[in-house]
């Protein structure tokens, strides 16, 4: 098939090489350079780099509101246009343009969790599992038919970094069944029951309070993990929580109950989380033994 594919970050790139082993990708949307960085040089997005090692054509329009970035889309005759975290709304025109439409490649299984962090309301709320729906896209809000979807179980110990890779692999397996099914596959309508907004992550989200119960705090930690990072202060710095699990045991919650090479257990307003990656300012990502040898955070420290 002629294929139009439209992403920006690593969540798209399982399936854009995936694709383009398969059809004739006919260009690569993506959103422009953005600023990165100490010298803040605009720096390509990841499916950017990709497509151009690829030896694909690359498009990066600012807006595809304009009637010529419209018409420029539908020039391009494409049988299909499939969509993976792309950030930019396609209007009604570009919509409409592919003979097949616009599919889209969403991290959840809809109509829960529509909007921009599916991944991270799903470990945020205690879901049980999530999944990918490949859904043709409506003006709506992720509100249109559902052609496939497929689950997938969230571990007690998943980071949204984990489901991150784990949803594209999934959805980079899906939408080429999707498109080999096109003619008959029968789009489903997404139940009203059910619907709920995965609003964008907000920092105010990010500071850990060590007086919810235990399941509210590890779960806050894995969801913003690795990005935004759930933190805390410790000894005057900000420390970036990016691992933990449920543990046993109280205290005054953000106490120390006890600090090992395997983790820190901190107890919570019931029961304690057990810490075992974190992430010092400037530094990389490390475990509890290598903090500790810089940090002295023993039995009884105080983090707030």
Not at 9 to 27: K, M, S, Y
Not at 112 to 139: F, K, N, Y
Not at 196 to 212: C, G, L, M, P, V
Request: some cysteine; glycine content about 10%.
């Amino acid at each position: 098939m002629r294929v139009v594919f439209m992403g920006t970050p690593d969540f798209a790139l399982p399936a854009l090489e995936r694709l383009a082993r398969a059809h004739d990708i006919a260009a690569v949307y993506c959103q422009p350079p953005r600023p990165a960085g100490r010298g803040k040089r605009p720096r390509p997005s990841p499916v950017q780099t990709s497509a151009e090692a690829l030896g694909l054509p690359v498009r990066h329009p600012e807006s595809l509101r304009d009637t010529r970035a419209q018409a420029d889309f539908a020039a391009l005759e494409a049988d299909v246009a499939v969509v993976a975290a792309y950030g930019l709304i396609l209007p009604q025109p570009v919509l409409d343009a592919p003979r097949h439409g616009c599919l889209n490649i969403h991290a959840s299984l809809l109509p829960r969790w529509r909007g921009a962090a599916p991944i991270q309301r799903a470990i945020l709320e205690g879901d049980s599992d999530t999944g990918v729906s490949i859904m043709r896209m409506e003006a709506g809000l992720d509100t249109g038919p559902v052609l496939l979807r497929e689950a997938t179980p969230i571990g007690a110990e998943d980071t949204a970094g984990d489901l991150h890779d784990r949803l594209a692999a999934l959805g980079a397996e899906l939408m080429p069944t999707a498109l080999a099914r096109l003619e008959e596959l029968t789009p489903q309508p997404q139940p009203e029951d059910g619907v709920t907004y995965a609003a964008k992550i907000d920092k105010s989200e990010s500071r850990i309070d060590w007086s919810e119960p235990a399941e509210a705090v590890d779960r806050r930690i894995r969801a913003l993990s690795p990005h935004p990072g759930a933190w805390c202060m410790a000894r005057g710095e900000r420390l970036k929580l990016l691992r933990s699990r449920l543990a046993s045991g109280a205290g005054a919650p953000g106490t120390v109950l006890e600090g090992g090479p395997d983790g820190l257990r901190i107890a919570c307003a019931s029961d304690a989380v057990e810490i075992t990656q974190l992430q010092r300012p400037g530094r990389r990502p490390m475990g509890v033994a290598e903090l500790l040898r810089g940090l002295d955070l023993g039995a009884g420290s105080i983090l707030g």
